[in-house]
T-cell receptor, first 115, second 115 residues
Framework: GAVVSQHPSRVICKSGTSVKIECRSL??????MFWYRQFPKKSLMLMAT?????????EQGVEKDKFLINHASLTLSTLTVTSAHPEDSSFYIC???????????FGPGTRLTVL | AQSVTQLGSHVSVSEGALVLLRCNYS??????LFWYVQYPNQGLQLLLK??????LVKGINGFEAEFKKSETSFHLTKPSAHMSDAAEYFC?????????????FGTGTRLTIIP
């Protein structure tokens, strides 16, 4: 099956710094990737849809300048949390869609802790 | 707009007993429906999906779900619970078209298995 990886799996950073999270589709090319945020004991909240070669589409209420998304290749999308603050601490999960299919394959998630 | 409602944020069953996790959906167009499982600090794994073919869908780990249009439901069942089934379960809906259709998740149900 399709495999999606995320790196790093855990990151701890100081308030005010920026953190980059990578999402890779390992055995297929993903023209569309999705970034989710999951709060403790809560559901997944879609943050943005990432399209290869074009600008990401952000959901209402998500700050574009704070959560920078780049989908530079068919196998890599990155999420950069800029000037991170403790309230940005969360579990971030990406997913990738196989072209022509409706199923999304999810990465293992990245736990971000901002001190 | 589409939505899913998962009744019961916590469900406990004895090992060997029937598992029933409820999901009701709302959609203005024929939906595609999914059940995902999430283990602690991990991403989501697809259990099964309904994509307008057979209404009774069988998935991995002995789970199955039945699409009932008249009841707008897609409940997840397993005849005999195993300790390894303890996890968080999410129901999700999408419109079913190809392209950049996004998934809308329910709030999740935490399944606990009693030895």
């Amino acid at each position: 099956g399709a495999v999606v990886s995320q790196h790093p799996s855990r990151v701890i950073c100081k308030s005010g710094t920026s953190v980059k999270i990578e999402c890779r589709s390992l055995d297929f090319q993903a023209t569309t990737m999705f970034w989710y945020r999951q709060f403790p004991k809560k559901s997944l909240m879609l943050m943005a849809t990432s399209n290869e070669g074009s600008k990401a589409t952000y959901e209402q209420g998500v700050e574009k300048d704070k959560f920078l998304i780049n989908h530079a290749s068919l196998t890599l999308s990155t999420l950069t949390v800029t000037s991170a603050h403790p309230e940005d601490s969360s579990f971030y999960i990406c997913s990738a869609r196989v072209p022509g299919e409706n199923e999304q394959f999810f990465g293992p998630g990245t736990r971000l802790t901002v001190l | 707009a589409q939505s899913v409602t998962q009744l019961g944020s916590h469900v406990s069953v004895s090992e060997g007993a029937l598992v029933l996790l409820r999901c009701n959906y709302s959609s203005s167009v024929p939906p595609y429906l999914f059940w995902y499982v999430q283990y602690p600090n991990q991403g989501l794994q697809l259990l099964l999906k309904y994509t307008s073919a057979a209404t009774l869908v069988k998935g991995i780990n002995g789970f199955e779900a039945e699409f009932k249009k008249s009841e707008t439901s897609f409940h997840l069942t397993k005849p005999s619970a195993h300790m390894s089934d303890a996890a968080e379960y999410f129901c999700a809906v999408t419109r079913g078209a190809f392209g950049n259709e996004k998934l809308t998740f329910g709030t999740g149900t935490r399944l606990t298995i009693i030895p």
